[in-house]
């Protein structure tokens, strides 16, 4: 079936350092790669996505890339701050419909 | 938010006890899901909806039933509670078939004792 990995399940950085964080996938009909941002308490939000026809995305701090040809992904934070700190979720689309999503990483900005 | 509410936000209960969660949507979002999440398994997929009266099952439907008679309205119901299903339960939208987008709401947290 449909799977996602994702690593690691924890990390911490010092402020002000980037912070990565990887995913796999299994299905290479994969089209459609959402990061989403769950902090305590709240529901999770999406914070950038990307689609297999694209390599790299940017939005201000934050930056996916996609290996089609490996299948992972990452995401990628730059001068973290205090306000990063949360829990992230990458997200594979298996067809039109459902999401598969990995287990999730515990970002901890360190002041 | 696109407009996602749940109800109840909590709830505790008794192993046994049916239970009825509910996700209302004010954006006439075709797609309707229901996950939960627990502590290294991040969100799971129980049902999903994909119109009124369309629904299809997810990796961890045992034990879970869904009902959708109008658009705004999608129905988690478990119809005799176990410990096990003690969880945070997400309601999410999307659009339609060629949207990629999936909104969240709030989620409920159920306790089953």
């Known amino acids: 079936g449909e799977n996602v990995e994702q690593h690691p399940s924890t990390l911490s950085v010092q402020e002000g350092d980037s912070a990565v964080i990887k995913c796999t996938y299994s299905?290479?009909?994969?089209?459609?790669f959402p990061w989403y941002k769950q902090e305590l308490g709240k529901r999770p939000q999406l914070i950038i996505d990307i689609r297999s026809n694209v390599g790299e995305k940017k939005d201000q701090r934050i930056a996916v890339t996609l290996n089609k040809t490996a299948k992972h992904f990452s995401l990628h934070i730059t001068e973290t701050q205090p306000e990063d700190s949360a829990v992230y979720f990458c997200?594979?689309?298996?067809?039109?419909?459902?999401?598969?999503f990995g287990t999730g990483t515990r970002l901890t900005i360190i002041p | 938010d696109a407009g996602i509410t749940q109800s109840p936000r909590h709830k505790v209960t008794e192993t046994g006890t049916p239970v009825t969660l509910r996700c209302h949507q004010t954006?006439?979002?075709?797609?309707m899901y229901w996950y939960r999440q627990d502590p290294g398994h991040g969100l799971r997929l129980i049902h999903y909806s994909y119109g009124v009266k369309d629904t299809d099952k997810g990796e961890v439907s045992d034990g879970y039933s869904v009902s959708r008679s109008k658009t705004e309205d999608f129905l988690l119901t478990l119809e005799s509670a176990t410990s096990s299903q003690t969880s945070v339960y997400f309601c999410?939208?999307?659009?339609?078939?060629?949207?990629?987008?999936?909104?969240f709401g709030p989620g409920t947290r159920l306790t089953v004792l």
């Open positions: 954006e006439n979002h075709r797609y």
């Open positions: 999410a939208t999307k659009l339609a078939v060629s949207a990629d987008t999936q909104y």
């Open positions: 997200a594979a689309h298996f067809g039109n419909e459902k999401l598969t």
């Open positions: 299905d290479s009909a994969s089209n459609y």
